[in-house]
Structure formats: C-alpha cells, structure tokens
C-alpha cells in the first residue's frame, strides 16, 4: 500500500505560481513511477505530468508543457509540481498517483491522494 497525501493548493492570480507536494508513505517511494492529474468542474480527470521511479525522465501534456514542473526527491519521498504562469483554465482539484510506468493513462496508476485544489483568478 502506498499512501499519498498532497498540499500546496490554493488561491492565485493569473501568471501566477503554486508548487504543489505529494508526500509518500508506505511502500517504497522510489518504486513507483508518480503522475499528476487534475480535475476540474465537469470535467473528466486529466493527466498533467509524470515522471519515472529515478526522476530522469519526465512527460508533460501539451496544455502545461513549458509551463510546469515535475520533479522528486526520493530521500524525501515526496513528488512536486511547480506551476508557472498559471491561467484560470489550470482551475481543478489536483491529484497525485503512484503506478508502475510513467504512463498519461488514469487506470495505470494504483494510488491515488485526496487531492489539493488551486483556483487561478482572472
């Protein structure tokens, strides 16, 4: 089992930033591959970012690409995601996964947080 636990959501302008954490307990951290997810209002959940069990490889869906981050420090078991020049349609309850592969599939990822939520402002 593998228990997550997210923080750094809140309230931001627009071009803005938030760094997100996603802090690991349980099995061990540097096993799983970590992802984030967001979901906004109507909507389903969407990938955002993963990035592999070393941290050497990481992928980003188009719509965040230049703009945010994902990184991890295994020592620490926490995953993180620095979001910058935020925008209102980056609104949603963020979730951090853990799963095998680095995959933009829901399904593949076996944990899940209670997730954080950031509301960008206009």
């Known amino acids: 089992q593998v228990q997550l636990v997210e923080s750094g959501g809140g309230l931001v302008q627009a071009g803005g930033s938030l760094r997100l954490s996603c802090a690991a307990s349980?099995?061990?951290?540097?096993?799983?591959?970590m992802a984030w997810f967001r979901q906004a209002p109507g909507k389903e959940r969407e990938f955002v970012a993963a990035?592999?069990?070393?941290?050497?490889?990481?992928y980003y869906a188009d719509s965040v690409k230049g703009r945010f981050t994902i990184s991890r420090i295994n020592a620490k078991n926490t995953v993180y995601l620095q979001m910058n020049s935020l925008k209102p349609e980056d609104t949603a309850v963020y979730y951090c996964?853990?799963?095998?592969?680095?995959?933009?599939?829901?399904?593949?990822?076996?944990?899940w947080g209670q997730g954080t939520r950031v509301t960008v402002s206009s």
């Open positions: 990035i592999s069990r070393s941290g050497a490889m990481t």
């Open positions: 349980g099995r061990s951290f540097s096993s799983n591959a």
């Open positions: 996964a853990a799963g095998r592969v680095p995959v933009t599939i829901r399904n593949s990822y076996d944990y």
